[in-house]
């Protein structure tokens, strides 16, 4: 399926959220409308009689109302809006108190625009009262005596006044119609079945406008997209990234250049969607970036099931993905026919086998369990290189028990231990960090306990687009990535925080151990292997040695670094020189080690040294990544002795 299908299909499946404004929940726009920000509340009567005025609340003032397939797209041309406009098109009497340019057009072009609609048989109470109080030309008197419009010394509008960041010849104004004693209580209900006297909750106002527009029989044509006879739209929705977005997916406006030259004649030939298709894809791309889309410096990438579930997103750390997980798979226990497919097809794990791990599985396999056979997890990104053209960038549907298998390959060729900040403290998990992680473990600068991409936000984009394809469709990560991380954590003297360079030590250690699964077929894991005679894994057990022997002489709140850490970057570059001068400092911190102590340590070394050949150990070349991987394994063993033997004691 093309991805206007997949977004069409979203909506036909979500419809039923559509017009729904539930606090901070992003809405889902019902067909033939959108959003705007309002600032000035009318209520009247169901005859269009005054009753009061209000200024809105920056927090409320997202409003929903119909608008025109003209409307939508307007920015300099007069183009009314169907009901909720602006003053210069709903005020009669907008030049006696706001002196200037002449708008008389917009408000007779708004008035016979509503006429139409309150005539028709597709009318609505509520539009018939707009439409009678605004026929008395009296809204900038109002509000003037309601004291929501400041009047400078003439009694005209004061321009200068602002309303939110509007000014107030310019504010946006939506109706609530009270008629109680006329039609019931219940006369108006939202989607939620509560009364609701405001226009743009009213579930059957939406209804009535779209039936409106439905009936319209003008501007038909051959659908491109389904193949069918409809009504055609060659003027598509904006704001689709946020409220402020003024890009469009879709346009035709440059028939003086280069749009059309050698190709077609007119924009007609391009191209001709369906209106209502068009609708369809434009408000679920909306709903599904607000409510779950992820900003990389202005490119929104997104995840969805077709199904409408809970997604496991893949630009998660581990710990995230396995907590949604076990929510959904918590939520029902029954298994269906995925079930069989992916018990038949699962390989043997190949990672730790501790207890983390098989808590990632079965809250994947219980996840899977919940989905239908035909599911699919679609991945959709967009971006934009000028202000008015938004470009779809990443367009990639999955079978969904291919996708979760791809997230369990990434997980596991990757896992490894990693420390997450916070605010109650740092806790560890096993896995592999998240994309935005990734991205300031690799490029970020020291800020405090975090890292920070601030001035670099761009890094974050290239972060996302790089590791995509090693996630979805297991690829090696870039070489360049590995080297980098690999060289920041070769020098730990560089980071004020002990805890930031431990986790740029864990993402190393995950990006070596993929990258020698991939390109060697070894599998690396946590446990420290004592037979293991690899050179570059001997130097990284050699230096964490040293490591833990001087540690073990601070004091508790001794802030010093080691001599292993301080000569890492160097040991890193030439291990054979460099570790003769740290054995060489080693020995005052030998001799302050009680004797039991000074011999298990010196004995591991031995241990050590037995192990290398001899032209291993005297060939001073750089050493691979495989030596943190030795160095982060024999320091997580010692730290879990001493730890064992402290309990002991």
């Known amino acids: 399926m093309n991805w206007i299908?997949?977004?069409?299909?979203?909506?036909?499946?979500?419809?039923?959220?559509?017009?729904?404004?539930?606090?901070?929940?992003?809405?889902?726009?019902?067909?033939?409308?959108?959003?705007?920000?309002?600032?000035?509340?009318?209520?009247?009567?169901?005859?269009?009689?005054?009753?009061?005025?209000?200024?809105?609340?920056?927090?409320?003032?997202?409003?929903?109302?119909?608008?025109?397939?003209?409307?939508?797209?307007?920015?300099?041309?007069?183009?009314?809006?169907?009901?909720?406009?602006?003053?210069?098109?709903?005020?009669?009497?907008?030049?006696?108190?706001?002196?200037?340019?002449?708008?008389?057009?917009?408000?007779?072009?708004?008035?016979?625009?509503?006429?139409?609609?309150?005539?028709?048989?597709?009318?609505?109470?509520?539009?018939?009262?707009?439409?009678?109080?605004?026929?008395?030309?009296?809204?900038?008197?109002?509000?003037?005596?309601?004291?929501?419009?400041e009047t400078d010394e003439n009694g005209k509008v004061d321009a200068r006044k602002k309303l939110q960041i509007v000014s107030q010849a310019e504010a946006f104004v939506r109706f609530r119609i009270e008629s109680e004693e006329l039609f019931g209580e219940k006369a108006f209900l939202d989607r939620t079945g509560a009364f609701?006297?405001?226009?743009?909750?009213?579930?059957?106002?939406?209804?009535?406008?779209?039936?409106?527009?439905?009936?319209?029989?003008?501007?038909?044509?051959?659908?491109?997209?389904?193949?069918?006879?409809?009504?055609?739209?060659?003027?598509?929705?904006?704001?689709?990234?946020?409220?402020?977005?003024?890009?469009?997916?879709?346009?035709?406006?440059?028939?003086?250049?280069?749009?059309?030259?050698?190709?077609?004649?007119?924009?007609?030939?391009?191209?001709a969607i369906g209106y209502e298709d068009s609708q369809k894809a434009h408000n679920a791309l909306k709903w599904i970036i607000r409510k779950q889309g992820i900003n990389y410096n202005g490119m929104y990438l997104v995840t969805w099931e077709s199904d409408s579930g809970q997604v496991l997103d893949w630009q998660q750390d581990t710990e995230a993905i396995c907590r949604t997980?076990?929510?959904?798979?918590?939520?029902?226990?029954?298994?269906?026919?995925?079930?069989?497919?992916?018990?038949?097809?699962?390989?043997?794990?190949?990672?730790?086998?501790?207890?983390?791990?098989?808590?990632?599985?079965?809250?994947?396999?219980?996840?899977?369990?919940?989905?239908?056979?035909?599911?699919?997890?679609?991945?959709?990104?967009?971006?934009?290189?000028?202000?008015?053209?938004?470009?779809m960038v990443e367009f990639r549907p999955y079978q969904t028990s291919r996708y979760l298998r791809s997230l369990q390959d990434w997980y596991s060729r990757c896992e490894w231990i990693h420390a997450k900040i916070r605010k109650e403290g740092v806790s560890t998990f096993l896995g592999m960090v998240s994309v935005k992680d990734a991205a300031e473990l690799l490029y970020g600068t020291e800020q405090k306990k975090y890292f920070s991409l601030k001035g670099k936000e761009e890094l974050y984009k290239e972060t996302a687009k790089r590791l995509m394809p090693c996630i979805l469709e297991g690829r090696e990560v870039p070489v360049d990535m590995v080297n980098l991380a690999v060289r920041r954590a070769s020098s730990p003297v560089s980071f004020d925080s002990w805890v930031l360079w431990e986790r740029v030590l864990t993402l190393a250690c995950s990006l070596v151990k993929q990258q020698y699964q991939k390109r060697y077929k070894e599998v690396w894991t946590m446990a420290l292997d004592e037979k293991c005679s690899r050179r570059d894994y001997l130097y990284g057990r050699l230096l964490a040695v040293a490591d833990r022997v001087e540690y073990r002489t601070f004091d508790k709140d001794d802030g010093r670094e080691t001599n292993a850490k301080r000569y890492m970057n160097a040991f890193s570059q030439h291990p054979f020189r460099t570790w003769r001068i740290i054995e060489e400092k080693l020995v005052p911190y030998f001799n302050q080690l009680k004797a039991p102590e000074r011999l298990k340590y010196q004995s591991l070394l031995d241990e050590i040294y037995e192990l290398f050949s001899m032209e291993d150990f005297e060939d001073d070349k750089a050493l691979s990544g495989l030596y943190l991987i030795g160095f982060h394994n024999q320091s997580a063993a010692l730290k879990s002795k001493n730890k064992n033997e402290e309990a002991d004691k």
């Open 196 to 271: 609701a006297p405001e226009c743009w909750k009213d579930r059957t106002l939406q209804e009535s406008y779209i039936a409106y527009c439905r009936s319209d029989k003008e501007n038909m044509g051959l659908s491109y997209l389904t193949g069918e006879w409809t009504q055609i739209s060659y003027l598509q929705p904006k704001k689709i990234r946020n409220e402020g977005d003024g890009t469009k997916l879709i346009s035709a406006n440059d028939e003086a250049n280069f749009t059309f030259r050698g190709r077609f004649v007119n924009k007609e030939e391009a191209f």
């Open 5 to 149: 299908g997949e977004l069409c299909d979203l909506y036909d499946k979500n419809s039923g959220l559509a017009g729904i404004m539930d606090g901070e929940t992003p809405v889902l726009l019902p067909l033939y409308h959108t959003t705007v920000a309002a600032q000035i509340e009318v209520t009247i009567d169901e005859n269009g009689n005054f009753l009061r005025a209000e200024k809105i609340p920056d927090e409320e003032k997202s409003t929903i109302i119909p608008v025109t397939d003209s409307s939508a797209s307007r920015t300099a041309g007069i183009e009314p809006h169907p009901l909720c406009d602006n003053l210069k098109y709903l005020a009669g009497d907008y030049a006696v108190y706001v002196p200037g340019k002449d708008y008389s057009k917009n408000h007779e072009l708004y008035m016979e625009q509503i006429g139409r609609w309150a005539d028709s048989p597709f009318s609505h109470k509520k539009v018939r009262a707009v439409y009678q109080y605004l026929l008395k030309n009296t809204l900038i008197k109002d509000l003037i005596d309601e004291k929501v419009l």
């Open 325 to 391: 997980a076990e929510a959904v798979s918590n939520q029902s226990q029954e298994t269906n026919e995925i079930e069989a497919e992916w018990d038949e097809e699962e390989e043997e794990y190949a990672g730790t086998g501790s207890e983390g791990a098989a808590r990632f599985r079965r809250a994947v396999k219980g996840y899977g369990r919940n989905l239908s056979q035909s599911s699919r997890t679609i991945i959709m990104a967009v971006d934009a290189a000028t202000p008015g053209r938004l470009a």
